[in-house]
């Protein structure tokens, strides 16, 4: 059984930082291309940042609007995946999750992201 336990969530003034943290399980994931999704009120959910396994080259993948902001970043030997975000803004605001790219597995709970102007 697959589990994505996401956390690192919290609430920010704008300029603040996060560190969010995806905890995966019951599946290899070194060899997994993994993202990390948002959600806002209203909004659809949306590719925030992906990376590729080693061995693909750890290709990464920004939504331009987080580009130069947020890095993405995995440690296989935890099966972690993790999204350190800088110079947060009140547009950030959303439900983060992670998953799997290029084919999810189901969704967990996410992590909320509160970013105060």
């Known amino acids: 059984q697959v589990q994505l336990v996401e956390s690192g969530g919290g609430l920010v003034q704008a300029g603040g930082s996060l560190r969010l943290s995806c905890a995966a399980s019951?599946?290899?994931?070194?060899?997994?291309?993994m993202g990390w999704y948002r959600q806002a009120p209203g909004k659809q959910r949306e590719l925030v940042a992906a990376?590729?396994?080693?061995?693909?080259?750890?290709?990464?993948y920004y939504l331009d609007s987080v580009k130069g902001r947020f890095t993405i970043s995995r440690d296989n030997a935890k099966s972690t995946v993790y999204l350190q975000m800088n110079s947060l803004q009140p547009e950030d605001t959303a439900v983060y999750y992670c998953?799997?790219?290029?084919?999810?597995?189901?969704w967990g709970q996410g992590t909320q992201v509160t970013v105060s102007s």
């Open positions: 998953n799997r790219h290029g084919g999810f597995f189901s």
């Open positions: 990376i590729s396994s080693i061995t693909s080259g750890s290709i990464t």
């Open positions: 019951g599946f290899i994931f070194s060899i997994n291309a």
